[in-house]
């Protein structure tokens, strides 16, 4: 097999075979194929897209292209992504939360793509904590506590890695089948048989309808099953920021406000939905709506908060912040954005919010750029909200003068005033399953 044909065969809107398809992954993996025609094989994955059998054996082998995360089987265990969104501090919520109620969760998440920092950049606001746990400290914690969340170490779906850097320059990312593989085959490298998938769907995020996101949910329950995984995808709205709070130290306060028991309706809404399927998939309850009760009871009774302690402490975090927040590290300077008109909040465009929090600091424009851990923006109103003319939307925080009016400006576009109130809706869309759920008609 050679490369050149290999790739004539697809870019002419061929099918590959099994063998074909790992000869490709094979050859992106040990570096035989140059970085021009692993594009123009992604060119033509994305314009011509992937029969099924194709599907499943580009996620197998790209699954297989590195290590496997090296975990005991467990049938309490439960993996959860999110495919990405602005404020998205979910994890934080959801590992604890799920750990309380008698399962485990093992995260190994990666830094930010986007706009925003992602969990581990987040989590490494906490002072002293450790996000490059070995393979042995990784398994302790989990042990111990139930839940862990680590960067991702060595050698994970190299195929992936080196497939999804070319797609982030070559406008190819927004394909439904590349963007299925590259999520599950991390999935199934790391092992876990009960899997809760969290699709933004929304303008801050790669989904921007119902539909493409059901059809991408679609794509990944059949790759699920197709390796005898339990799945749960819910479809969430990425209208909005989630929850009061974008930045890395101030998504990890506002984490820890839930857990203590605040009530800041979208992110308990989804934390406890996860946590309430996670119970469905492993068996510990049958019925999602009282599995969700249960959940919610422990972010009420402090159970949850108890095992995030737990987790930071074991990690070599100073838990000291999760009583007094001035320890982290917080921006001084801050700059409030003001209502120019009276109304109610329309729109808070997330796009627009993460390059604002980019700018404020909290992000990265190239993947060098260093982080300001304190940078971020703290919201006074969502949507549906009223408010009065000069009163304050946003906070902003943010030490350069300079690139603060410029985010002040950016956050002012991001929000809609309109005089009609529109409704507030719930978070979760849609909730798919390749199981039977109980209540389903
Ligand atoms: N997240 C991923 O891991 N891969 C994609 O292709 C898109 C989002």
Do not use: W
């Amino acid at each position: 097999m050679d490369i050149f044909h290999v790739l004539s065969k697809k870019i002419k809107g061929g099918v590959l075979n099994e063998d074909e398809i790992r000869f490709f992954v094979d050859s992106v993996t040990n570096g035989r194929m140059e970085d021009y025609q692993i594009s123009a094989m992604l060119t033509a994955m994305y314009i011509h897209g992937l029969t099924c059998e194709e599907l499943f054996s580009l996620t197998e082998r790209m699954a297989y292209s590195g290590d496997f995360m090296p975990l005991a089987e467990d049938p309490m265990l439960v993996d959860k992504h999110s495919s990405g969104g602005v404020g998205d501090k979910i994890s934080f919520i959801c590992s604890p939360l799920i750990a309380s109620l008698g399962m485990k969760i093992a995260k190994m998440s990666g830094r930010g793509l986007g706009h925003t920092g992602g969990t581990i950049d987040k989590l490494e606001a906490i002072p002293q904590i450790d996000i490059n746990l070995s393979t042995a400290a990784f398994q302790h914690v989990l042990d111990e506590v139930g839940c862990v969340i680590s960067g991702q170490t060595g050698n994970f779906c190299p195929a992936d890695k080196k497939m999804y850097a070319l797609r982030d320059v070559t406008a190819t990312v927004d394909s439904l089948p590349l963007i299925a593989s590259s999520i599950m085959s991390k999935k199934i490298a790391s092992g876990a048989k009960n899997i809760i998938l969290d699709v933004k769907c929304g303008h801050g995020a790669f989904m921007k309808d119902l539909r493409q996101a059901q059809s991408l949910a679609h794509l990944m329950l059949d790759i699920g099953s197709s390796f005898q995984r339990n799945m749960v995808v819910l479809i969430t709205d990425m209208n909005e920021p989630l929850g009061c709070c974008v930045g890395n130290a101030l998504e990890v306060i506002e984490a820890t406000e839930v857990l203590k028991g605040k009530e800041i309706a979208d992110l308990k809404e989804i934390s406890v939905a996860i946590a309430g399927y996670a119970m469905v998939l492993t068996g510990l309850e049958a019925n999602p709506e009282k599995a969700m009760h249960k959940a919610a009871e422990h972010l009420k009774n402090g159970k949850a908060f108890s095992k995030f302690r737990q987790m930071i402490t074991m990690q070599k975090g100073d838990p000291s912040f999760l009583e007094d927040y001035e320890r982290l590290p917080l921006c001084r300077k801050r700059v409030e954005v003001t209502a120019p008109v009276s109304g109610y909040i329309k729109d808070i465009d997330s796009e627009l919010i993460g390059i604002a929090s980019m700018l404020a600091g909290a992000g990265r424009e190239k993947k060098e750029d260093t982080l300001d851990y304190g940078a971020g923006i703290l919201f006074n109103k969502k949507i549906s909200d009223p408010v009065k003319e000069n009163e304050v939307l946003a906070t902003l925080f943010c030490e350069d003068e300079k690139r603060a009016l410029e985010a002040k400006s950016v956050i002012l576009d991001a929000f809609q005033i309109d005089r009609f109130r529109p409704e507030r809706k719930t978070k979760i869309l849609k909730v798919m399953s390749n199981i039977e759920l109980e209540g389903d008609a």
